[in-house]
């Protein structure tokens, strides 16, 4: 997996900044290699790990056109971090992250 920088940064939200990153298929059996968009979690922010959680739970079980895949997560020490998978040709706007 790449590393975190300010050039891959798509955007910022109550939770902290999104990254693009490209995963290889080594990461997780079954994931292929993909960029995906990486939420990482400010730990001096606004929302908490009750609010984190709460999307980890309710993602990880909706289906909808319009809301990204929620694809994996990390909660390891103080890291949170929301990996979801990038729409194609759409652009990331026009999904809700």
Known sequence: MESFST???LGEGGFGPVQ???ID???KPGL???PVAVKLMNLEG???HREWLTEVIFLGQLKHPH???LIGYCCED???LLVYKIH???KLGESTL
């Open 7 to 9: 050039s891959n940064l």
């Open 20 to 22: 693009k990153v490209f």
């Open 25 to 27: 298929g080594k990461l």
């Open 32 to 34: 292929k290699a993909q």
């Open 46 to 48: 606004t929302l908490g």
């Open 67 to 69: 809301l990204v895949k």
């Open 78 to 80: 103080e890291h949170r």
């Open 88 to 90: 194609g040709a759409r």
